[in-house]
Nanobody, 124 residues
């Protein structure tokens, strides 16, 4: 069982930056792949970024490639999403997720555990 708690969301102007954090419980955290997803109002939850269990593989949605960076610190049971050059279309609730398979999947249904989400609002 893994419990995930996101933090770091907020209101930022377009072009600004935010760093989301995800704190995970459980001694097996380092064996899980981790992902970030987001859900804008009235839309489906969509893939943002993923990182494999050891951190060697990362994947990004085309819409955030070059602006967002996912990273993890297995010693601290933490995952991060650094978001730079934010745009109004990045406005959404952002969710951290854990995948027991360990590989960095881009598929929402591959993830076994989810956090409650943190809101990111980007003003124009």
């Amino acid at each position: 069982q893994v419990q995930l708690v996101e933090s770091g969301g907020g209101l930022v102007q377009a072009g600004g930056s935010l760093r989301l954090s995800c704190a995970a419980s459980g001694r097996t955290f380092s064996s899980y792949a981790m992902g970030w997803f987001r859900q804008a109002a009235g839309k489906e939850r969509e893939f943002v970024a993923a990182i494999s269990w050891g951190g060697s593989n990362t994947y990004y949605a085309d819409s955030v490639k070059g602006r967002f960076t996912i990273s993890r610190d297995n010693a601290k049971n933490m995952v991060y999403l650094q978001m730079n050059n934010l745009k109004p279309e990045d406005t959404a609730a952002y969710y951290c997720a854990a995948d027991q398979a360990g590989w960095a999947s881009t598929v929402r249904d591959d993830y076994d555990y989810w956090g409650q989400g943190t809101q990111v609002t980007v003003s124009s």
